[in-house]
């Protein structure tokens, strides 16, 4: 899975670590295989691109962001502002896609069950919207630079550019109204394509549609200290907010950002908005089959790191041993079996208990200790 994410984002150490952030709700947690799992989406990444011969670097140019610009406290001020912002536009996302997964059941439909009618339905919509809002067809990815550079043409509209024809999507025609518009809209798109069954998943589409949200933000008129940054702070720093929201993938989200973007230095704004975004919807979950890991919700007790003192947690059924050594070179054991992961302080004083009390060892006085808490 991180050989594969790290070849399709096209950045090594942020597709890697999306892989391992994605699985859970609160942050990565299989952090003993971090290391490998990063040298192995590099691996995957050199050689994928080495045989269809694309370059590596950024995939998106903003004609309004300088080459190179100074970014401070202000700057990773605005992403933590633009985080909440992100954080609630994340949430009217999940009510949207919640309201029309109801939507879809009342009438009858379902993936698996109605594939055709399904299909039909989500392609009669997914056509009308086409045709009314052209640039939040296809895949988020090719339509973020057209977003970014407004001159660019819509690479998958052909020959018309829908009802309205193409000119108010280029020449630098976008308005705040429109982009508000487009990111709202694109989020509609992503829940009729999941719902309907056609391929598509979630991460470019908020990518897209927190661009889209931020250059609206950037344009509108007076703003202030905005009106002179470079678009590609709050399009990528709300970028980030809006997918980290939704995948719980702050670090990833990140860095991938930064480095599609061709713009390091919105790598900490970008950072900032994730943290904000992520802890503000972290009573929100919206991928349901992410899963806290339960092995390691028992934590090490403090004194195992000592020398001669071992602490062994069984994770299939929150088991476990404290051997401690004492002076003379005997070994006492106490051993705890709990249904839950929270166990209570244990107090050796004179003698090795474990959860239920049962007196497993004697031990000498001197060997008295609080264990704490586990």
């Known amino acids: 899975m991180t050989a594969g994410l790290a070849a399709f984002f096209g950045v090594a150490l942020g597709g890697s670590l999306f892989a391992l952030e994605v699985l859970h709700r609160s942050g990565m947690q299989f952090y003993e295989i971090a290391t490998y799992a990063v040298g192995t989406g590099a691996l995957c990444l050199v050689v994928f691109r080495a045989l269809s011969g694309i370059p590596f670097g950024a995939i998106w140019v903003f004609t309004k962001a300088a080459p190179h610009f100074h970014v401070d406290f202000r700057h990773v001020l605005l992403g933590a502002v633009v985080g909440v912002i992100a954080a609630l536009f994340a949430i009217l996302f999940m009510k949207i896609h919640h309201a029309f997964v109801k939507l879809v059941s009342w009438v009858g439909l379902h993936e698996h069950h109605t594939p055709v009618r399904s299909g039909l339905f989500g392609g009669f919509v997914i056509g009308v919207i086409g045709v009314l809002l052209p640039p939040v067809m296809f895949w988020g990815e090719f339509e973020i630079g057209t977003l970014a550079a407004p001159s660019t043409a819509l690479p998958h509209i052909w020959p018309k550019g829908g009802v309205w024809g193409l000119e108010p999507f280029q020449q630098n025609h976008y308005t705040p109204q429109l982009l508000l518009v487009i990111a709202v809209v694109k989020l509609i798109t992503v829940s009729v394509t999941v719902n309907s069954g056609f391929r598509g998943g979630f991460i470019f589409p908020l990518f897209m549609a927190g661009t889209s949200l931020g250059l609206?933000?950037?344009?509108?008129?007076?703003?202030?200290?905005?009106?002179?940054?470079?678009?590609?702070?709050?399009?990528?720093?709300?970028?980030?907010?809006?997918?980290?929201?939704?995948?719980?993938?702050?670090?990833?989200?990140?860095?991938?950002?930064?480095?599609?973007?061709?713009?390091?230095?919105?790598?900490?704004?970008?950072?900032?908005?994730?943290?904000?975004?992520?802890?503000?919807?972290?009573?929100?979950?919206?991928?349901?089959?992410?899963?806290?890991?339960?092995?390691?919700?028992?934590?090490?007790?403090?004194?195992?790191?000592?020398?001669?003192?071992?602490?062994?947690?069984?994770?299939?059924?929150?088991?476990?041993?404290?051997?401690?050594?004492?002076?003379?070179?005997?070994?006492?054991?106490?051993?705890?079996?709990?249904?839950?992961?929270?166990?209570?302080?244990?107090?050796?004083?004179?003698?090795?208990?474990?959860?239920?009390?049962?007196?497993?060892?004697?031990?000498?006085?001197?060997?008295?200790?609080?264990?704490?808490?586990?």
């Open 216 to 374: 609206a933000i950037t344009h509108i008129p007076g703003m202030p200290f905005l009106q002179n940054l470079p678009d590609v702070v709050v399009a990528m720093t709300m970028a980030a907010g809006l997918n980290t929201a939704i995948t719980r993938t702050p670090f990833a989200t990140s860095l991938i950002l930064t480095a599609l973007s061709g713009h390091p230095e919105v790598a900490v704004p970008c950072l900032a908005s994730a943290l904000v975004a992520l802890f503000m919807t972290l009573h929100l979950p919206f991928i349901m089959s992410q899963r806290d890991r339960r092995d390691i919700t028992i934590k090490e007790l403090e004194f195992a790191e000592e020398a001669g003192q071992v602490v062994h947690i069984d994770a299939g059924n929150f088991s476990g041993n404290i051997r401690e050594v004492a002076d003379d070179g005997q070994q006492d054991t106490a051993s705890y079996n709990v249904s839950d992961s929270h166990v209570q302080n244990w107090v050796i004083s004179g003698q090795l208990t474990n959860a239920n009390g049962h007196v497993d060892a004697p031990a000498t006085p001197d060997q008295s200790m609080d264990i704490g808490g586990v």
